[in-house]
T-cell receptor, first 109, second 114 residues
Framework: QQPVQSPQAVILREGEDAVINCSSS?????VHWYRQKHGEAPVFLMI?????EQKGHEKISASFNEKKQQSSLYLTASQLSYSGTYFC??????????FGTGTRLKVLA | GAGVSQSPSNKVTEKGKDVELRCDPI?????LYWYRQSLGQGLEFLIY????????KSGLPSDRFSAERTGGSVSTLTIQRTQQEDSAVYLC????????????FGQGTRLTVV
């Protein structure tokens, strides 16, 4: 039931782009993206509802394909502050947020 | 309060002892979630509250784990007869409503069972 994220880890140079994918075996109602820095609580980035919408947050955007039960997070022109572990959280029409396996991202200067 | 507050921030306990972890959600948030995060791992769903009711307790790992919420506010997660495998960070999150809404996380309680 846990969504699968890919890649598991990625290392970037400042200014490079990255894509993180989240795939679920269950029908999705919503997808949430969070970033967690080491030793800190997860912080909300964005939420996408079914309808295939794409949303943006500064240079971070995401898409949601409900038919494929997938979401992707796009990080453009990455900054050092983007380093952390990214989690997708999926909702299946109810209250339960099930979080994905996580993607560790490290941005190097 | 300004955010989700959890206490204690750190707890070291001996194997076999009971522990209580507290979560004080953002005022007015009706939805409250407990997650467990083992070292370097993802977020494992434990239980969800809507108001004082817990519609889904399926994530609780065993009957040693229980949780309650009173007054639609503070929640307590209790672990009885702690085991070493219970060692983890226990995170609480609250949301203004269930479903498609942002969840705000507390800083967590780091539990170490020795």
């Amino acid at each position: 039931q846990q969504p699968v994220q890919s890649p598991q880890a990625v290392i970037l140079r400042e200014g490079e782009d990255a894509v993180i994918n989240c795939s679920s075996s269950k029908a999705l109602y919503s997808v949430h993206w969070y970033r967690q820095k080491h030793g800190e609580a997860p912080v909300f980035l964005m939420i996408l509802l079914k309808g295939g919408e794409q949303k943006g947050h500064e240079k971070i955007s995401a898409s949601f394909n409900e038919k494929k039960q997938q979401s992707s997070l796009y990080l453009t022109a990455s900054q050092l502050s983007y380093s952390g572990t990214y989690f997708c959280g999926t909702g299946s029409g109810t209250y339960k947020y099930i979080f994905g396996t996580g993607t560790r991202l490290k941005v190097l200067a | 309060g300004a955010g989700v507050s959890q206490s204690p921030s750190n707890k070291v306990t001996e194997k076999g002892k009971d522990v209580e972890l507290r979560c004080d959600p953002i005022s007015g948030h009706t939805a409250l979630y407990w997650y467990r995060q083992s070292l370097g791992q993802g977020l494992e769903f434990l239980i969800y509250f809507q108001g004082n009711s817990a519609p889904d307790k399926s994530g609780l790992p065993s009957d040693r784990f229980s949780a309650e919420r009173t007054g639609g506010s503070v929640s307590t997660l209790t672990i009885q007869r702690t085991q070493q495998e219970d060692s983890a960070v226990y995170l609480c999150a609250s949301s203004p409503r269930s479903g498609a809404a942002e969840a705000f996380f507390g800083q967590g309680t780091r539990l170490t069972v020795v």
